[in-house]
Nanobody, 124 residues
Framework: QVQLVESGGGSVQAGGSLRLSCVSS???????MVWFRQAPGKEREWVSS???????SYADSVKGRFTISKDAAKNTLYLHMNGLKPDDTAMYYC???????????????????WGQGTQVTVSS
């Protein structure tokens, strides 16, 4: 069984920072792991990916502001978010697919395991 639990969300002013965490089971940090986000009334969108070998990829909207990382010993995935904007307001989800490399164009349907989400709210 694979279980993912996100935490670290909250409310911040524009320009602020947050660190999201995703605690996993089943050694899934050894596989492709990703962050998605979804705002009310919008489609769930891909944010960032990290592969088994720690190769990373980011959506253009967050590139240069967000950093994805993991700690395999703690079975934890992280998303460090800096320079937050109101458009970053969303529910953030971690997910995984049991493969070493991540899809070049990640889709929701590519990932079989999801956390429950953690809310990020950025005010102006």
């Amino acid at each position: 069984q694979v279980q993912l639990v996100e935490s670290g969300g909250g409310s911040v002013q524009a320009g602020g920072s947050l660190r999201l965490s995703c605690v996993s089971s089943g050694s899934v940090t050894g596989y492709c792991m990703v962050w998605f986000r979804q705002a009310p009334g919008k489609e769930r969108e891909w944010v960032s990916s990290i592969s088994r070998s720690n190769g990373t990829s980011y959506a253009d909207s967050v590139k240069g502001r967000f950093t994805i990382s993991k700690d395999a010993a703690k079975n934890t995935l992280y998303l460090h978010m800096n320079g937050l904007k109101p458009d970053d307001t969303a529910m953030y989800y971690c997910a995984t697919v049991l493969r070493w490399w991540c899809p070049l164009l990640p889709r929701v349907a590519d990932f079989g395991y999801w956390g429950q989400g953690t809310q990020v709210t950025v005010s102006s």
